[in-house]
């Protein structure tokens, strides 16, 4: 798997391009049969304006379809961190899984909106403004193990998590635009508890650095082994994380600590915002 992080552009097309430039690099170090390409959340269309991130999203389809011809021209599974999709007058966060014949086998909407109030530049998110909270758990089997989709925010919620290795998930993806401050205190122990507790590989691709209209984000894209390890992680630089997961890894630590069937607790999804 590959794991992309760059300063995303509010401009589609330029991350369309960026995402193109580095499909082409990678194919040509990495030959494997099967690749899956990871991309944060946000990466069609970051720190725009409410109004033309709105318009984006009630006409992202040729946007769409332009990743899924990526995906096929390079024979390449993508995780479309997010892209906002339109419904009535909001949109949803909606993360795609596309395979690598650029077909959309899985939509995951983000179900954890980050209404915050943070110590830094920007300071008020109120994401449900514009945008409506998913409702729906998303593992899906791919080549590379039983995939589990979240989003971001959604790291702090160990219930999502929990539910979605109770459905089997192995690997769960959390593509992600972390502000600063919240990521210097809470990123990394977040992602490593997700993965401990539920002995699951975590891959979190991050956009990084100052974007178009001064918003800042954390970067430090992690791989996470199911035991917590930090497989490898990329520092605020746009970069690359090539990680090949070791299955027999996973297997092994759920032999030897069965968490999933000593947990005497569950959790209820309450369908609230
Ligand atoms: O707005 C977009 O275009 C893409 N979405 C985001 O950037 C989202 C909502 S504002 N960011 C987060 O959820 C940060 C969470 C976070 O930083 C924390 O949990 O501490």
């Known amino acids: 798997m590959a794991v992309l992080q760059w300063t995303v552009s509010s401009v589609p097309e330029k991350n369309l391009d960026y995402l193109h430039q580095e499909l082409i690099k990678l194919r040509k170090q990495y030959k ?25 999203a009630h006409a992202s389809e040729p946007f769409i379809a332009s990743v899924r011809a990526l995906a096929k021209e390079y024979n390449v599974w993508i995780n479309a961190g997010t892209i906002p999709i339109g419904e009535a007058d909001k949109y949803h966060a909606a993360s795609l899984l596309i395979n690598s014949n650029g077909e959309v086998v899985a939509r995951y909407n983000k179900i954890h909106l980050f209404d915050v109030d943070v110590d830094d530049s920007k300071q008020n998110y109120r994401e ?18 039983k995939i589990g989709m979240t989003v971001c925010y959604d790291m702090r919620f160990p219930g999502l998590f929990g539910a979605l290795s109770a459905q ?42 100052t974007h178009d209209r001064g918003r800042e984000t954390y970067g430090h894209s992690v791989v996470i082994s199911p035991w917590g390890e930090i497989e490898a992680m990329l520092a605020t630089q746009p970069d690359n994380i090539v990680y090949l997961p070791n299955m027999d890894k996973l297997t092994e630590v759920r032999q030897r600590m069965p968490l999933l069937s000593h947990n005497q607790f569950n959790y209820e999804f309450k369908h609230e915002q």
């Open 168 to 209: 089997g998930a192995d690997i769960i993806l959390v593509p992600s635009a972390f502000t600063v401050p919240t990521g210097k205190a809470h990123w990394l122990p977040l992602l490593q508890a997700r993965a401990i507790e539920n002995q699951v590989f975590i891959v979190a691709a991050a956009t990084t650095g």
């Open 128 to 145: 449900s403004n514009s945008t409506i909270a998913g409702k729906d758990l998303v593992v899906v089997d791919t080549p590379f193990g």
């Open 32 to 56: 494997t049969k099967q690749l899956l390409v990871c991309l944060p959340e946000g990466f069609a269309c970051f720190d725009a304006t409410p109004s033309d991130l709105m318009a984006f």
